[in-house]
Structures are given as structure tokens and as C-alpha cells.
């Protein structure tokens, strides 16, 4: 019998993929955890207990109280706040993540997934379709945490064959919940924006590109990896994923095309300099390859899904007209 404990499932990607894994595995297979207690009400019926990631022993009795098989370990601080406390990004990405292995490690749990992201890229890397493996020499506190991060993965399989999963994300954007301190947020909140009949002042410059993706397909490739046989996992640091690869222009232009009379203007801030030194597009063939990934979504398909779900979730934003 499974049972996946999710850490960080209040925040923007584990409020959708813990209600996926409730649907895919029962509700009774799924713990969710969060440091803060309000996620809670974000979860409806899943089991949900607080946790802090950083308190070790309160996490190795939840997971030997919960015969706990598997755990997708979310936590983190993102690239923008990280760089606002650097210190406590690196002890809470970096510390937790090695109790995690370490748990994995003395109480054989059967799996672990822990996401990555581009932002382990940087300055000295390819900027177009970066490869998989190329010069990674990240500049924020938070790439180096996962930078980091994709080699203790690594060395834990390696060393004590430890089954543990990862994906360099490319910026997430979803329509369920909101994002929570990363440098790509902007594609987020652009849209609540627009349909709060509000303009928009976008914080990156107006053709910076970047690597996207919406959420279903990040939830899709995360539950294809770690469904996949392990026979067909032949990379344990992370394997890049790609779907989309857009700037703050052509998701504005995407909008317009349903709501013509959107405004955005824009105000660039550190968060730019973070952005120049990640890749625009990224090389995601090991991924396909090894375990079939394919995304779906491209932006029109993107922006039109957003737009019409939107205030379902979210019931102070206006409806798009017919
Ligand atoms: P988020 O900031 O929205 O959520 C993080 C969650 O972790 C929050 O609910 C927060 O309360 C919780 N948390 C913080 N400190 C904690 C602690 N000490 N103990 C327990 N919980 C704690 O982040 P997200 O966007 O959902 O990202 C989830 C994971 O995916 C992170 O590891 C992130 O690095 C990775 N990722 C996200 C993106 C993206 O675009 N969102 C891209 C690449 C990788
Ligand atoms: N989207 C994330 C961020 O901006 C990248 O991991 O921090």
C-alpha cells in the first residue's frame, strides 16, 4: 500500500499536484504537509499534519508513525526571495533536502521526487536549447542550492541506491493557486491582472525570454517520472523539460487577443538581472527519450485554459466576455 507524504503542498505546484495524487493514488494514500497550517484549507478532505522540514526528528517519527513509502519534497524558497535572505534559502533548500535522502537512506522509503529548476544554469550556459548536461554556474543563492542539490540527488542513488527522481522545471504557471516568490511569477500574475480589469507592470523586460510551462503539464511529466520503470531513469541529478519557451510580450499579445482592451507597461527590478542569466529555451530530448515526455500545452492553448478557469478558483476575478 502506498503512502506519499508531500512536503510544501500549500504552495503553488504542491496545492495541484497533491489533489492529482489524491485522485490518481485515494485520498488515503496522501499526507500532505506544510509549514504553514492554512494550507490546510486549500487541500479540502486530503489528510493534511503541519510540518516544518527543518525540524528533523518531527519528520522521521511522521514518516515511521505514517509507514510513509514516498515523498515529493516541494519545500523550498524560490529564486527571488532567496536572494532577499540568502542564508535561510540555502539552509532550508539544502538542509532539507538531505534529511530527505538521509531518510530515504535509513528507512528504505521506495521513491523520493525532488524538483530542480533552469535556474541551476547560468551566465557561461548555452542560453538557446540549453543541453543536459553543459557548464552550470548559477548566481543566485537558490540555483546553487539546487545546483547542489542534483548532485546529492545523484550521490545518494549512486552510493546507497536510493530511488529518488528530479525535474529542472522551467517557470511555473498555473491557474489554481498562486506562485510564491520566484522570478518567473510575473506570467501568474499577469493574468489575474487582466481579469481583474486592472493594467499590468510587468517587473522583467518586455522581450526577455524564458522557459515556461502550465501546470497540468508539469504535473503530467511529474507523475510520468515517477511512474516510469526505474530501468528507464538514466539520469539521477535531474532531466531538463521543456514546453514553452515565451517573453512577458508575447503573453500580453496572447491576452489581447481576449481581452482588447488589457494594458501592461513595464518596470524591470532585480529580478531581471536573475532572469538574463537563465536560459530562454531548453534541450528536453533525454526526457523524451528515456520516458516518453511530450507536453500539450502551448501558449494560446495556455492563455485560453487560464482565462476561462481563472474565476473558478479565484471568484473576485471577472469572467472573460463571450
Ligand atoms: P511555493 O513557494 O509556492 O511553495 C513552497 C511551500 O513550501 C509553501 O507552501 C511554504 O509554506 C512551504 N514551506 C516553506 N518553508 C517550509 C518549511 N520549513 N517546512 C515546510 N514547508 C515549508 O513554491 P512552489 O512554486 O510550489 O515550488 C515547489 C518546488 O518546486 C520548490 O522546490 C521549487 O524550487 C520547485 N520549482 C518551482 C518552480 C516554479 O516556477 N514554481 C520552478 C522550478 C522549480
Ligand atoms: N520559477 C522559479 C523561480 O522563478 C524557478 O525555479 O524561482
Not at 548566481?139 to 525535474?167: F, M, N, P
Not at 522557459?211 to 531513469?233: F, V
Not at 531538463?240 to 518596470?267: C, K, R, W
Amino acid at each position: 500500500m502506498d503512502k506519499i507524504l508531500i512536503t510544501g503542498a500549500g504552495g503553488q505546484l504542491g496545492t495541484e499536484l497533491t489533489h492529482m495524487l489524491a485522485q490518481v493514488y485515494g485520498k488515503k494514500a496522501i499526507l500532505a504537509t506544510d509549514l504553514s497550517p492554512e494550507a490546510e484549507e486549500k487541500l479540502e478532505e486530503i489528510p493534511f499534519q503541519t510540518l516544518d522540514v527543518m525540524d528533523q526528528s518531527s519528520f522521521a517519527s511522521l514518516i515511521h508513525k505514517e509507514k510513509v513509502t514516498q515523498i515529493y519534497h516541494l519545500a523550498a524558497i524560490l529564486s527571488a526571495t532567496g536572494e532577499n535572505h540568502p542564508q535561510k534559502a540555502w539552509r532550508l533548500n539544502m538542509g532539507s533536502l538531505l534529511t530527505v535522502l538521509e531518510l530515504a537512506r535509513e528507512k528504505p522509503l521506495q521513491k523520493i521526487y525532488w524538483p530542480s529548476s533552469i535556474a541551476v544554469f547560468g551566465p557561461n550556459t548555452p542560453r538557446h536549447n540549453t543541453p543536459q548536461s553543459c557548464i552550470q554556474d548559477p548566481q543566485t543563492v537558490y540555483g546553487i542550492s539546487k545546483q547542489a542539490g542534483e548532485r546529492w540527488c545523484s550521490y545518494y542513488h549512486l552510493k546507497y541506491g536510493v530511488d529518488v527522481r528530479s525535474l529542472r522545471y522551467p517557470g511555473l504557471i498555473g491557474a489554481k493557486s498562486l506562485p510564491g516568490g520566484g522570478t518567473t511569477d510575473y506570467a501568474v500574475e499577469i493574468y489575474h491582472k487582466a481579469l481583474e480589469g486592472q493594467p499590468y507592470t510587468c517587473f522583467l523586460k518586455k522581450d526577455q525570454e524564458l522557459p515556461m510551462m502550465y501546470m497540468p503539464d508539469a504535473i503530467k511529466a511529474t507523475l510520468s517520472l515517477m511512474e516510469a520503470d526505474a530501468s528507464q531513469i538514466h539520469i539521477r541529478s535531474s532531466y531538463n523539460i521543456s514546453a514553452m519557451s515565451i517573453t512577458p510580450d508575447q503573453v500580453y499579445q496572447s491576452i489581447l487577443a481576449h481581452l482588447p482592451g488589457f494594458e501592461i507597461s513595464y518596470e524591470p527590478d532585480y529580478r531581471q538581472a536573475i532572469a538574463e542569466n537563465w536560459p530562454c529555451s531548453i534541450d528536453d530530448s533525454k526526457a523524451r527519450e528515456d520516458w516518453g515526455w511530450k507536453p500539450s500545452f502551448d501558449l494560446p492553448r495556455m492563455t485560453e485554459d487560464i482565462l476561462y478557469h481563472l474565476p473558478h478558483y479565484f471568484p473576485h476575478l471577472h469572467e472573460l466576455p463571450n
